[in-house]
């Protein structure tokens, strides 16, 4: 407890420091759909009577804009103290799953959990930039915290909330609703497939559905008409703003012809999506698993990511420490985080600051940044489908799973 | 049935003639704008210096060109509509013992390469084939546009040639040479591809009027340093740099534009009359019979300055374009108008006006903030509602 709260208190510390004065418009850490500016440039707009989304830089969805115009002014100071909050939420959320997986309570694991998210550096940086992804994170790791803790409807909530601004992770719908149907302990190493009810599922979808169009609906209030859906998930969907992030997207769309467009937003969105099957009834037996893998899955290959979207994702292994023995490469895996770590603001300094370099050269930290994430998505994948088999024994080799 | 007619055909022509006159009203009137004394229908005036010799001893050439290219800046043309050739570097020469410099006068008073030169044919580029092409505009497409005529019919050209030159011709880069014909054809060309409204030559070689001997197109006024049998001379000597730096025909005509600038009413004939043979030591030459104005009515700035005849008028004057006609057509010109700090205020003060208008619009009908505190209000509320649901 005093862990988490001294490194709650540094995070404070290190928000009223100068150090995120550099940080609200770099784009690793922020996008076009999560942009601090951004955000108090739609809060502008709004406060002073024009639509925010007639202009194609506002991003965020109406719900967040609605937000920060009313509860909680865009004032730097204010939402520093409010992305602490946040961080501290989510850690605490990411203990408490465990804490619902295993049934147990050990503060020393718990504090390892906290820590491994309030001291992973792409989430602390993100989360000084004043990124909305800190806030997508929060909401995420919330979602699963009551999935696992068995609260329907509030999880639910949680989804179409987090729906709202972040239009993939509604493809954490099916491994979050066997979630809510099954439970959250670990079934890693006992692969049975799970008796669910239909009624169950269907009762679920149907809440997910009705919480989903009540929050459109309000979004459609905040923001008048309908054009926010284009602005915000047609973003997401048609890849229209390209300004550099770590994603592996915006340079294959600046540099391919229109006539090709449509066919790559197609290849494209369907590497995000087509995982979110096959992963759902492999790992049925596990889906909070399957959730942890799927949130890898999304932040690796969406459209606009941030460095707080792999940053979750490699925090949340922490809840699965019954899968270490079972990882083939963390290793080099973090020795690729490392090196993808080291070049990517060094590449974006060299085109952007400098100017001695060009897009290649981000573009390859990119591509570097893309393995790590795709590494340590498949060895935790890996790892899923090794438990049941146990440790290899001697004289044995596994054929096929 | 007739009388209905013969009423209606009455009517239509009277009405017709009231709008034909209207018209008409409105074409005088704008073309008396464009024709008043002085303006005379350029819009737009561009320059050509060419310096056609290369090799350090010509570097009198090369200070005649920038020379030239300082004056016109100066009074006004901008580097845009300059197309300035060099054939040669003299200021980056081996031998320049003053590097990174060219100066016109003994006293090396100013330094004619500074910082701030764009030229945009250099070297080998200077070639009679390039100068041809970019005259007449039969240039590559992927030729730059810095490097293009881009001239129209209302664009007064100053045409400036300095180098070796002899009976009917002007010797390019020491291996190839330009005759007279050939440039008269080129302005033949333009004046039939309306490329210029009036072209002023001036060409300072050794028997120089000889080149201007053969135009045959309107609208050229000519001038030249010595006639047939004569040679130029270069006037300053400069011992530390070891070679002559001016020429005395360009040297002249330079001095005489020192003492002008851009609201100068001083005419062409004013310079033609400046030249005198004890300082010249050639008989300068002019041509005018292709030139419809009388020189004496032609201002050097329609030639050696980008001036653009601008009259401020105040808005709540004009009702239509006939008021701004009259206006325009008797209003003096003026080159800065001091009514412009009041004029600016008033245009602000209207759109300030227009603006919180639209915006007091907007804020109350359509994004009210009541809106959003509901929205929010019904979040919070739906969250409050899945707690107690299950």
New interface residues.
């Given amino acids: 407890m005093a862990t988490f709260g001294s490194l709650v208190v540094l995070r404070l510390l290190l928000a009223f420091s100068p150090i995120p004065n550099y940080l609200y418009d770099n784009q690793q850490l922020t996008s076009p759909l999560t942009s601090y500016t951004r955000l108090k440039e739609g809060v502008f707009l709004?406060?002073?009577?024009?639509?925010p989304y007639a202009g194609q830089l506002f991003r965020h969805s109406?719900?967040q804009?609605?937000?920060f115009?009313?509860?909680m002014p865009p004032n730097k100071y204010v939402l520093h103290a409010f992305w602490t909050l946040l961080d501290a939420a989510t850690a605490w959320n990411l203990a408490n799953i465990w804490k619902k997986r295993s049934g147990t309570t050990d503060w020393r694991r718990e504090t390892i959990i906290q820590a491994s998210y309030l001291l992973n550096p792409y989430l602390l940086f993100t989360s000084l930039a004043l990124s909305t992804s800190t806030l997508d994170n929060a909401l995420c790791v919330y979602a699963i915290s009551l999935a696992a803790s068995g609260?329907?409807?509030?999880a639910?909530?949680a989804l179409a909330?987090l729906t709202q601004s972040s239009l993939y992770s509604v493809l954490l719908l099916p491994p979050i609703v066997l979630l809510l149907c099954t439970g959250p302990a670990s079934r890693l190493k006992t692969p049975i497939a799970p008796s669910i009810r239909i009624s169950d599922v269907g009762r679920t979808v149907f809440t997910f559905v009705t919480?989903m169009l009540?929050?459109m609906g309000?979004?459609t209030?905040?923001a008048?008409n309908l054009g926010w859906m284009k602005e915000t998930w047609g973003a997401t969907l048609t890849v229209p703003d390209l300004t550099p992030n770590v994603g592996l997207w915006w340079y294959f769309f600046t540099e391919m012809f229109d006539h090709f467009r449509s066919f790559f937003l197609m290849v494209f969105t369907a590497l995000v999506t087509i995982a979110m099957i096959p992963l759902t009834i492999k790992f049925q037996h596990d889906p909070l698993y399957a959730t942890y893998l799927l949130v890898g899955n999304i932040s690796l290959f969406k459209s606009y990511p941030t460095m707080a979207d792999p940053g979750l994702f490699l925090s949340m292994i922490s809840i699965f420490p019954e899968l270490w023995p079972y990882l083939r490469h963390p290793l080099p895996t973090v020795m690729w985080h490392m090196y993808a770590a080291t070049l990517l603001p060094l590449f974006n300094n060299l085109w952007l600051g400098h100017g001695t370099g060009n897009s290649n050269f981000f573009y390859a930290a990119t591509l570097v940044f893309g393995v790590a994430n795709g590494a340590a998505f498949l060895d935790s994948t890996w790892a899923g489908l090794i438990a049941p088999y146990g440790k290899p024994k001697q004289g044995y080799t596994l054929l096929q799973i | 049935m007739v009388f209905h007619f013969l009423r209606r055909l009455i009517l239509f022509t009277l009405f017709y003639s009231f709008v034909a006159a209207q018209t008409q009203d409105q074409v005088n009137a704008a073309s008396k704008f464009l024709q008043k004394d002085g303006v005379q229908g350029h819009t737009n005036n561009w320059a050509v210096l060419v310096c056609s010799s290369r090799y350090w001893f010509n570097y009198r050439h090369m200070a005649n060109t920038l020379g030239m290219y300082r004056t016109v800046k100066r009074l006004g043309i901008p580097d845009s509509n300059i197309i300035v050739m060099l054939a040669d570097d003299v200021s980056c020469n081996a031998r320049n013992k003053f590097p990174a410099t060219v100066y016109s006068n003994n006293r090396r008073s100013i330094d004619l390469y500074g910082e701030n030169i764009e030229v945009d044919y250099r070297g080998y580029e200077v070639t009679v084939e390039n100068f041809l092409r970019l005259l007449t505009g039969r240039v590559d497409p992927s030729l730059p546009r810095s490097k293009r005529l881009l001239t129209d019919e209302k664009s007064n050209i100053f045409v400036y040639m300095t180098g070796h030159g002899g009976d009917e011709f002007l010797k390019f880069q020491d291996n190839e040479e330009i005759s007279a014909f050939d440039i008269a054809d080129a302005f033949e060309q333009m004046w039939q591809k309306k490329r210029y409204h009036e072209i002023f030559f001036m060409i300072d070689t050794c028997q120089a009027n000889t080149m201007y001997s053969k135009f045959y197109s309107p609208n050229i006024l000519a001038t030249g340093s010595s006639k047939l049998g004569e040679s130029s001379y270069s006037h300053d000597h400069d011992s530390d740099v070891g070679v002559a730096v001016i020429d005395r025909f360009t040297h002249l005509v330079l001095s005489h534009l020192e003492g002008i600038n851009k609201t100068s009413q001083a005419t062409m004939q004013q310079l033609f009359d400046a030249y005198n043979f004890d300082h010249l030591r050639s008989t300068a030459g002019v041509r005018t019979d292709l030139f419809q104005r009388d020189p004496s009515k032609v201002l050097l700035t329609d030639f050696f300055g980008g001036v653009a005849q601008a009259e401020v008028v105040q808005s709540d004057d004009v009702d239509d374009a006939r008021d701004f006609a009259r206006l325009a057509s008797s209003a003096k010109p003026s080159v800065v108008a001091e009514s412009q700090s009041g004029k600016q205020q008033k245009v602000s003060t209207a759109w300030m006006e227009m603006g919180s208008d639209r915006l007091g619009e907007l804020g109350r009908n359509s994004y009210g903030l009541s809106r959003v505190w509901a929205s929010v209000g019904l979040i919070f509320g739906t969250y409050a509602v899945t707690r107690f649901l299950f």
């Fill in positions: 709004l406060q002073n009577g024009f639509d109406p719900i804009l609605a937000l115009s009313t509860v609260k329907r409807a509030p639910l909530f909330l919480y009540v929050l309000i979004s209030l905040v008048g």
